[in-house]
């Protein structure tokens, strides 16, 4: 079974632009996850998709954005890069059902450099 | 509040050797523990989960956790280190004040370095 993809791998911006990041789940998944990871604040947590559906979402302020779709695979957004905004972006998937104890698997992330 | 604490930046071991990777957690109600790896430009791979019953767990790889409840901890341990064991390590643990969902709080992360 083919594990979790993202794509752009590598992704350079600049401030001010915009980026949209891609993630398809592992087959049969239907919970999609993202992080951020930094040196400095380490892993957090951006938001998890559930059948197409928001079901949580992290500290972070609206420039940050996601959706599902019907196929599971996710994408998230953000608006007007800041240079904090430079980061691994991490997306996992799990089945999403039978309860919280489900693992997540997590996809090889896209690392964003803004500039 | 719901917190996960690796009090190890790092972690330096002889090839051979015992590892021991320490966790400790703070949660409401009972904990849904987990330990993730991540080697240098990767993601992260899963290596073992606590869920409920035994106190020792055994995952990917030869690694096994012990949970103890009264201590609050879930060490990450393994009998015998290789060199192929560095990486960063990381402890998380479910978050469960936002209800049956996905979100996982994680630890700092320990970097283990094992020496030949």
């Known amino acids: 079974k083919a594990g979790v993809t993202q794509t752009p791998r590598y992704l350079i911006k600049t401030r001010g632009q915009q980026v949209t990041l891609s993630c398809s789940p592992i087959?049969?998944?239907?919970?999609v996850s993202w992080y951020q990871q930094t040196p400095g604040q380490g892993l957090q947590f951006l938001f998890e998709?559930?059948?197409?559906?928001?079901?949580n979402k992290g500290n972070f302020p609206g420039r940050f954005s996601g959706r599902q779709f019907s196929n599971s695979r996710s994408e998230m957004n953000v608006s007007t890069l800041e240079l904090g905004d430079s980061a691994l972006y991490l997306c996992a998937s799990s089945l999403g059902t039978g309860g919280s104890y489900n693992e997540q698997f997590f996809g090889p992330g896209t690392r964003l450099t803004v500039l | 509040a719901q917190s996960v604490a690796q009090p190890e930046d790092q972690v330096n071991v002889a090839e051979g050797n015992p590892l021991t990777v320490k966790c400790t957690y703070s949660v409401s109600g009972n904990p849904y523990l987990f330990w993730y790896v991540q080697y240098p430009n990767r993601g992260l791979q899963f290596l073992l989960k606590y869920i409920t019953g035994d106190n020792l767990v055994k995952g990917s790889y030869g690694f096994e956790a012990e949970f103890n409840k009264s201590q609050t901890s879930f060490h990450l341990k393994k009998p015998s280190a290789l060199v192929s064991d560095s990486a960063l390590y990381f402890c998380a643990v479910r978050d469960m004040r936002s209800g049956n969902t996905g979100k996982l709080i994680f630890g700092q992360g320990t970097t283990l370095q094992v020496k030949p």
């Open positions: 998709y559930f059948s197409e559906t928001q079901r």
């Open positions: 087959s049969g998944h239907r919970s």
